[in-house]
């Protein structure tokens, strides 16, 4: 063995090593170097390779130290791993009389005839001796789905095919044309406005208070009150009145501000609902109501039964990690962290949201996404640690027919599969990670105390 390794335990969840490299292999390591670079170097007044091996020192001595030295650190530590059997997490902590790791600028080199010694420190994943884990007393929700769901969708659908048109029964003026009848709630009205803030010298307009829109009464898409003030007017009707901005408005200049409008009533629609027949039902792609009424039914009691079983699976994990304090390792918390704020920049990405405020939005809620990350590596911790306690396992044959039904419900070839997962090695282990901590639930949940309430 070249090198003398110590391991140190500061905590449950770090490892330190203290690694001398004695002045013998040091001396050897950087002899090595020099001669596989005398093999190709190219300096003036020799032919190449020809150089002595003093006129490489004095031209490459520098970075053959820099190279030694990090060699040496990762054969060395890798060897400390492996002697000591300790899985890893992260990074280590590099701390030697030349570097410490995160401190400033380092040259990075070693003196070619002195031992070199060094320290490093990781995080490793605690020892978990997980208690209280069966019989776990849990409440779950009755799974039912009323009639009164069933007809809130069917409903939906209705106003999703509804036709607008103009909302007749109004007056008739002066010109001989007919106006709409005043405006209701769920009207859709094309209307004019402009507007501006109330001030002491007068209205102070706006730009961004003028337009014209199809506003659709009841949405609440404009400030509060303004909605309420068209209601009641008819086609052809102009109204001037006020109403104030929100407190907390997204614009702090309009914020508790009050503000007049003057609006006009170009058109009114209403909403004409089609009949809930067998006609309707088979224009949306089913056989009959009644078809639509059973897949409707199905629909909700999926989503119904997800939301339960979601629930109790989160109130389980609570509860075995509330009987088990542990330290847990930071940088698995921080790259959890990046995880999710990288899943949720990049979903708020598709929906349109620009750079600047995603990175606001991302910003503020950063603690909550830590927060969230450590209570998902406590729970992953916790259930590989029931794997191995209860021997839960996941063979290849588990996988295989795993993977044969994500095939079918995919709609892909089983083959097609087979390759994604052969390109990455990782994505199988992830995956059949995935399984066994499923595995650990389902044994887990069989294990449990559960009342069902209504």
Known sequence: MEFKIEMEKPSNIT???????????????????????????????????????????????????????????????????????????????????????GEGAHDHAISEDKEFTYTATVEVLPEIDVKGYTGVSLTKTKIEVKDEEVSKILENIRNSQAELIPAA????????????????????????????????????????????RVLEIGSNTMIPGFEDEVVGMRSGETKTFRVRFPKDYHDKDFNDKEAEFTVT?????????????????????????????????????????EQVEGKLRSDLIQ????????????SLIEAQTRALAQDWAGELKRQGVDDATIQQAVGKELENIRKRAEGQVRASLLLESIAQKEKIEVSEKDFEEELEKSAGSMQVEPQKLREFYAKDPGRKEDFMFRMRQDRVVKFLLDAAKIKVKS
Request: positive net charge; charged residues 30%.
């Open 15 to 101: 490892r330190k090593f203290t690694v001398r490299v004695p002045a013998q292999v040091v001396a050897n390591r950087f002899q090595r170097g020099l001669v596989e670079i005398q093999k190709t170097a190219n300096l003036k007044g020799f032919r190449p390779g020809q150089a002595p091996i003093s006129m490489i020192q004095k031209h490459f001595g520098e970075d053959v130290r820099h190279r030694v030295y990090h060699s040496l650190i990762d054969e060395s530590y890798r060897e400390a791993l492996k002697e000591n059997q300790v899985r890893a997490v992260g990074s280590p902590k590099i701390e030697s009389p030349e570097h410490k790791t």
């Open 169 to 212: 029964g109004g007056l008739v003026g002066a010109d001989g044309k007919q106006s709409s009848r005043p405006v209701r709630t769920s009207d859709h009205v094309d209307l004019n406005f402009a507007g501006g803030l109330v001030t002491e010298s007068g209205l102070d307009e706006r730009p961004g208070m003028k337009g014209s």
């Open 265 to 305: 009533v170009n058109e009114v629609k209403e909403k004409k609902l089609p009949e809930l027949n067998d006609e309707l039902a088979k224009q949306m792609g089913y056989e009959n109501v009644q078809d639509l009424q059973v897949k409707i039914r199905e629909h909700l009691l999926k989503d119904e039964t």
């Open 319 to 330: 509860a075995i990690i509330e009987k088990n304090a542990f330290e847990v390792p930071v």
